[in-house]
């Protein structure tokens, strides 16, 4: 079982900024694969960025791309999503999910391909 705890979620006005965190207590889960996701009611999950082999690789959502960074830490164990520009769109429960293999440049926005997930860290943007 892969625990993963997410943090940074807050309220901030359009144009701010925010770092939102998610650490694993599995490095070999964190090391290969971790993506952050957002949800508001009513509607589909949706695959925000993801981060694979340590950063090897990084993709992006294209509501976001350009204006979110998704970093790991040297530990391997935490992945930040950097996220400015912030517009009230972007408002949403911010998830942080992990599964070995589950990102790949096709696929990676699929959350039906991770297994493991963290409990949510709220974000709301105001204008």
């Known amino acids: 079982h892969v625990q993963l705890v997410e943090s940074g979620g807050d309220s901030v006005q359009a144009g701010g900024s925010l770092r939102l965190s998610c650490t694993s207590d599995?490095?070999?889960?964190?090391?290969?694969?971790m993506a952050w996701f957002r949800q508001v009611p009513g509607k589909e999950r949706e695959g925000v960025a993801a981060?694979?082999?340590?950063?090897?690789?990084?993709y992006y959502g294209d509501s976001v791309r350009g204006r979110f960074t998704i970093a790991p830490d040297n530990a391997k164990t935490t992945a930040y999503l950097q996220m400015t520009s912030l517009k009230p769109e972007d408002s949403a429960m911010y998830f942080c999910a992990a599964d070995w293999g589950a990102c790949h440049l096709r696929s990676w926005w699929n959350w039906h391909l991770y297994g493991y997930w963290g409990q949510g860290t709220q974000v709301t943007v105001s204008s």
């Open positions: 599995s490095r070999t889960y964190s090391s290969n694969c």
């Open positions: 981060i694979y082999r340590h950063g090897d690789f990084t």
